[in-house]
């Protein structure tokens, strides 16, 4: 399959002054406008152009669809290239629709129209697609053509010290060339948090030990906006830079063959790739990808943050054994659309170094002087036995009850826990940061994920196994 590329025209830097609602779908058209300032709802006009593009100064809302990928729970193997080919020009349509709408807010209507008939005749061949796989129709697909545009919230400029647990920031702007930049209110003070962590107590046959591989950092600056597991055969399938550490072969064009034959930046030869999306700092500063896919014409502007240390390790379950897991197993963390998906499958905590009994979801910490920004991703821990993925790439897969336990008909496995930390200027309050992300996302905390697919020779997996269930730590 060739690669194919999605080149979208540099968004304008733009500071929000109103927002709208928008829904337009099957079941009719409802509107309401109104001013960033407080107007009340019908202040704007009501054929969505706002409360008038000439007195309007910017847009700040976002677009939000249905996530079609999400509600598969069947796709049969020979549908499955031609399903994932769609999802991702539906991911591309809404990219260009939210871009469309930055460019021209009062085109809120017609972008929304013809962005609903170009999903529907999307919609129809994933339908299509996994009926000729020889699997049942799904239902309900067709509902979820129409889209919406929702308010979006004022960017973050510098956040100073005094406001920091307030909200509040500096004047001056983010350097987010995109005009779609963290908002004020996606930033909290560190020490305004309280501690929140808690874990099942550990029961008689816990496995206690620890694996751990050391892949390095990224050092070399390997990028790329591809998804290889959930956009396969697809370039740009993320429309986000992600770091890259284990793997040499990741990228959207990887198989199992390619991945097994690959070498590694992984210290103990896991073969394994691990992946998250880049964070960067919202300096206005031009990155090499500055003019790339993914990059500057995305939204996704500023210095990269290389990784001031990576973490790899796989723990044990606070309830018993665990058993290995399959060679390319394939399991995606967090929701890079937790922001219009809402945090059913949010995943990722943010923290600083000498406070992470304190983890935040939908917030970027700040962190005071000598301490660090935190990402920490805790993977999935429970696996069905059977599948190395599923549909949606979620179902196979499944995390922890309260007590530690897996849910009927999952085995525990080794869990994969992803430490990365960065030294962030200033701790975030000198310029804010943010992590790429799709553009209509709006680099929101909550839709952090990390990625992994165990790569993983059956002796090394053996291994780690070992290591878990005797209580050892190995390195």
Not at 99 to 110: E, S
Not at 397 to 414: I, K, L, N
């Amino acid at each position: 399959m060739s690669p194919r590329r999605h080149t979208r025209g540099r968004l304008r830097n733009k500071t929000a002054a109103w927002a709208a609602v928008l829904v337009l779908g099957g079941a009719g058209t409802a509107l309401v406008a109104a001013h960033a300032s407080g107007a009340p709802p019908g202040a704007g006009g009501t054929d969505g152009s706002g409360p008038g593009t000439a007195a309007a100064a910017a847009w700040s809302g976002t677009v939000d669809c249905p996530d079609v990928g999400d509600r598969l729970r069947e796709v049969p193997a020979p549908a499955r290239a031609e399903v994932d080919r769609l999802l991702a020009r539906m991911d591309a349509q809404t990219a260009d629709a939210y871009q469309a709408l930055v460019r021209d807010p009062g085109a809120g209507r017609q972008v929304l129209a013809g962005l609903r008939d170009r999903r529907a005749t999307a919609v129809a061949g994933v339908a299509d697609a996994i009926a000729r796989g020889g699997a049942a129709r799904p239902a309900g697909l067709e509902g979820l053509s129409g889209c919406r545009i929702t308010p979006g919230p004022q960017p973050a400029g510098n956040v100073s010290a005094d406001a920091a647990g307030s909200g509040r920031s500096g004047d001056r702007g983010s350097g987010n060339a995109s005009g779609n930049a963290p908002a004020r209110s996606d930033f909290v003070d560190i020490r305004n948090v309280r501690p929140n962590v808690n874990r099942p107590p550990r029961q008689r046959n816990a496995s206690t030990g620890s694996f751990r591989s050391r892949c390095g950092t990224n050092r070399e600056g390997r990028f790329n906006s591809d998804n290889v597991i959930v956009a396969p055969g697809v370039s740009n399938g993320a429309h986000h830079m992600h770091d890259y550490v284990g793997n040499r072969a990741s990228d959207a064009f990887a198989t199992n063959d390619s991945l097994a034959a690959a070498g590694t930046t992984c210290a103990n030869g896991d073969q394994s790739t691990y992946y998250w999306p880049v964070l960067r700092l919202q300096d206005g500063r031009r990155e090499r990808d500055a003019d790339a896919p993914g990059g500057g014409t995305e939204g996704n502007s500023g210095t990269i943050l290389t990784p001031k240390e990576v973490s790899i390790t796989f723990v044990g379950s606070p309830a018993g054994r665990v058993t290995a897991m399959p060679r390319f197993l394939r399991i995606i963390t967090g929701d890079a659309k937790a922001f219009t998906n809402g945090t059913a499958n949010a995943n990722a905590s943010w923290s600083c170094t000498g406070f992470e009994d304190r983890q935040l979801r939908a917030k970027y910490p700040l962190c005071p002087s000598g301490s660090d920004v935190v990402r920490t991703f805790s993977f999935q821990s429970c696996w069905n036995g059977r599948d190395t993925d599923s549909a949606n790439h979620r179902t196979h897969v499944a995390f922890a009850q309260a007590d530690g336990r897996c849910p009927r008909g999952f085995r525990a496995v080794p869990q994969l826990v992803q430490r990365i930390v960065y030294a962030v200027p200033g701790g975030g309050r000198s310029a804010p940061f943010a992590v790429d992300s799709f553009p209509e996302q709006l680099h929101k905390p909550v839709t952090d994920h990390g990625d992994f697919i165990n790569v993983m020779r059956d002796g090394l997996m053996r291994q780690a196994v070992d290591c878990i269930n005797s209580g050892r730590r190995c390195r």
